[in-house]
């Protein structure tokens, strides 16, 4: 769409200005203005290439956008270079020189119009005014633009980090821990009073739940569980106070108040393949071979200070807490002088307390198993291991307590692993008005408190989220590289793309200002949207500085070039910008599912689109000047050699 209205705004121009036929104006338009459209379409296509290829969770959202955005810049192009001629050609009616488009009009609009005529070009002549004044104050704007790009840089570095907003899909999850060694029936009780809770109290928002006690999301064991709720349609849930968000917080507030479990209710996470929650997914790691009381000391030292930290809230362990064990521990000294081996000490233990498979036999024609297993009442305790007898490599028997001894103590109930160090995952969540980011960077500031030896590492939507941070320099830096060459090919100069390269951080800041008013972070989407914002910014200088070298070479000098072509070209830049704007308008206002992607990005795209326009249609022409100037006697291209031609003409003899 923006190119079309670029087309159509020319033709329109040149017909009323010079009284040319519409076939004759669409002509010469397109002679002036097509190397613009390929260059406007090459740069906002190569800014999103460099997304295609990377890897990992990231790359896979990247490269949606990526593509549909290339595909949609490339046939614009094809539309406006070929279809929209045709149509303006086709259309378009002739009308006289300085003819006015209130002129024409209904005789009821025709006041409004006038005013807007009159309201248009007025604007239009301060800004040629503005920007003519510009030249003689080149050291004020440069230090206006040194503190733009400076209160960029700090405001993009205070923004918070996340990886993908949280969005309402309609579930919300509630998982009960209750103590060790609680019995499946006082699970079961804790479960009843949830789901009552969910099905009566929030009967507004949940429809239904689903309870299941004895499995939690990262553990099995008769002490935990797990509730599915599942939220009513979108559409009967209208009302802020129906979002999962404000659901999950207050229920948080009532499953508190059961004392005998820790319950926490959480939305899933916005990509479900990657966690079983949102917030952060931490791995606290046995690094230095500290033994398990060790680890668990540094994660109840974890928890202590997490619950203090302002920036996190509901940071619980994700797994079992210890159990009492009954160790059992073999002198394997005298079990190797009674000439026991200790495959026979296992699978005695293994039989007596659990149950071994020996044989099968055969019964009305089926075939049956045949499982030993001590009797019940001689399994119940852990003197009945006294009971036992082993059987030597003489085929004697040896009582189990000559060689054995047993002892109670406490152990995880499984074997936790993570990057091949013992582990035990965390949970949490920021904080209201905290964004996951600086939870993660509050987590690494406690855990840098922990004894010698134990380390951390993320997993889950938190890794994926450092992954995202640190490819998004890379990004950047490719998609700044893309627009430089492209732009140097079409100015056919190494030096006039500088101008570009640096109107880029007045697009930056309306992105970065907007989503930090709106309290928005540095995310997976803000990062699309700021590679939109560049290429937008790029679109504005090229619009100006394409038709000021195109005067140049006509023989016009540069400074009247260069606000010749401000003044031309005000009108499509402020006209693609607006359209531009309010489609991305619905986006930043979303309030509907998805509506945490669509804000990220439209608030980023349309802040930016604003200060990309009325910041750069200043800049622009000032900052052209000065890099012509600069180079103004160098020979390297057609264009500077014209340019230099125009600033210096030869002296009359």
């Not at 050291?139 to 733009?148: A, D």
């Not at 079409?490 to 930056?508: A, H, K, R």
Request: proline letters at 5%.
């Amino acid at each position: 769409m923006d190119d079309a209205i670029v087309v159509v705004e020319n033709v329109e121009r040149i017909i009323t200005e010079e009284g040319l036929s519409p076939r004759e104006a669409t002509a010469k338009s397109m002679e002036q203005i097509t190397s613009a459209l390929i260059g406007i379409g090459l740069v906002l296509s190569a800014v999103f290439g460099p997304m295609a290829f990377f890897v990992g969770s990231t790359g896979v959202i990247y490269r949606q956008f990526s593509i549909t955005v290339i595909a949609s810049m490339l046939l614009s192009v094809v539309v406006a270079l070929i279809l929209t001629p045709v149509l303006c050609a086709s259309l378009i009616k002739s009308v006289k020189a300085g003819h006015r488009p209130s002129d024409n009009t209904i005789f009821f609009l025709r006041p409004f119009f006038i005013w807007f005529d009159r309201t248009f070009f007025r604007i239009r002549d301060g800004y040629v005014n503005m920007v003519g004044r510009s030249f003689s104050k080149k050291l004020r704007y440069v230090v206006i633009f040194l503190l733009i790009v400076g209160i960029t840089g700090f405001l993009f570095h205070r923004m918070p980090t996340g990886y993908i907003p949280d969005e309402d899909q309609g579930i919300l999850l509630v998982q009960a821990i209750l103590p060790p060694n609680a019995t499946i029936e006082q699970t079961e009780e804790v479960m009843v009073k949830i789901r009552e809770y969910l099905l009566v109290t929030e009967k507004d928002a949940v429809k239904s739940c689903l309870t299941v006690s004895g499995m939690s999301l990262g553990s099995r064991g008769q002490n935990v569980g797990v509730v599915f709720g599942h939220l009513k349609d979108w559409k009967l849930r209208n009302r802020p106070d129906l979002r999962v968000t404000a659901v999950a917080g207050r229920a948080m507030g009532y499953f508190s108040q059961i004392r005998n479990a820790m319950v926490f209710a959480f939305p899933p996470p916005p990509v479900v393949e990657l966690g079983n929650a949102k917030g952060i997914d931490f791995q606290l790691q046995d690094r230095g071979s500290l033994g398990h009381q060790t680890l668990m000391a540094a994660r109840n030292q974890l928890l202590g200070m997490a619950a203090r930290d302002p920036r996190l809230i509901a940071v619980r362990p994700n797994g079992l807490e210890d159990v009492p064990e009954y160790r059992i521990d073999v002198d394997w000294e005298k079990a190797g002088a009674l000439g026991i081996p200790i495959t026979s000490i296992h699978n005695t233990i293994s039989a007596a307390f659990g149950s071994a498979y020996v044989n099968d036999f055969i019964q009305a024609g089926r075939v049956k198993r045949v499982y030993v297993q001590a009797d019940a009442p001689f399994r119940m305790l852990p003197k009945d291991l006294e009971k036992l007898y082993v059987r030597n490599t003489e085929g004697k028997m040896a009582p189990f307590s000559s060689f054995a001894s047993g002892r109670w103590t406490s152990g995880s109930p499984r074997l936790e692993r993570y990057n091949g160090f013992p582990s035990m995952n965390i949970w949490g969540e920021p904080a209201p008005g905290r964004s996951t980011g600086e939870a993660m960077q509050a987590m690494e500031e406690i855990a840098a408190k922990l004894p010698q030896g134990i380390g951390f590492d993320w997993t889950g939507l938190s890794y994926q989220e450092r992954m995202a941070g640190a490819q998004a320099y890379i990004l950047y830096a490719f998609s700044i590289l893309v627009i430089f060459l492209c732009v140097a090919a079409l100015y056919e100069s190494w030096t006039i793309p500088f101008v570009n390269m640096l109107m880029l951080p007045l697009g930056v800041i309306g992105g970065v200002l907007a989503s930090s008013l709106r309290g928005l972070p540095n995310d997976v989407y803000f990062q699309i949207g700021l590679l939109t914002v560049l290429g937008l910014t790029t679109k504005n200088a090229i619009l100006i500085i394409q038709f000021a070298q195109a005067k140049i070479k006509e023989g016009m000098g540069l400074i009247e070039a260069t606000m010749e072509g401000a003044r031309l070209r005000l009108r499509p830049i402020v006209m693609t910008s607006m359209a531009f704007g309010f489609g991305v308008l619905p986006l930043a206002i979303a309030n509907s599912a998805g509506a945490g992607a669509q804000k990220a990005i439209g608030t980023c795209v349309l802040g930016g689109m604003l200060t990309a326009t009325f910041l750069t249609i200043f800049f622009i022409p000032l900052f052209f000047v000065a890099v012509v100037q600069l180079v103004g006697r160098k020979e390297a291209s057609p264009i500077e050699e014209a340019t230099s031609k125009a600033l210096n003409p030869p002296e009359e003899q």
